[in-house]
């Protein structure tokens, strides 16, 4: 059985003049959803191999803050097919992780992150900023991952979290 983490970034400062999408970085409600997020993953002991990461700035500090407070020390990869990806791509590149990771954090960005929850659990569910979503997966390999064997366990909403 294999464990996917979906989470989408916490919540970040709106796009300035002049400045990317790709380097916005979280506001102060995001630091805090992430490292309560962080939190929350502690006390849920799941052991995490592999984090995919997308390049944008606000879902990288995303993880880091959330891993930091997990106290978690995890392979971590930056992957630039995440940023803007459709469920299809976000499969593939869950496909290529390594047969012997059993838990895989996968940050990225909607629409793609609640669609490819719908598409793995079969069911809508809304992915607000730094929501998380725990799929187990029952298969051998990550390029075996459908809708077929997997399921989505829980969905954890940072207003769960974090007082208002």
Request: net charge negative.
């Amino acid at each position: 059985m294999k464990t996917l983490l979906l989470l989408r970034h916490a919540k970040a400062e709106n796009g300035a003049p002049g400045l990317a999408d790709l380097d916005r970085a979280l506001n102060e409600r995001g630091r805090q959803e992430a490292r309560a997020l962080g939190e929350f993953l502690k006390q849920q002991n799941i052991k995490l191999g592999l984090v995919l990461c997308s390049p944008a700035g606000r879902a990288r500090e995303t993880a880091e803050l959330v891993l930091a407070a997990a106290e978690a020390i995890v392979d971590f990869r930056s992957d630039p097919r995440i940023y803007e990806a459709n469920p299809e791509q976000l499969m593939q590149v869950i496909s290529e992780v390594d047969e012997g990771v059993m838990a895989v954090l996968l940050v990225g960005h909607n629409p793609g992150m609640e669609e490819l929850l719908r598409v793995l659990a079969g069911r809508a569910e809304q992915m607000t900023p730094c929501t998380v979503a725990k799929i187990e997966v029952d298969a051998e390999g990550w390029f075996g991952a459908t809708e077929s064997n997997a399921r989505l366990d829980w969905i954890v909403r940072p207003k769960e979290l974090v007082d208002g």
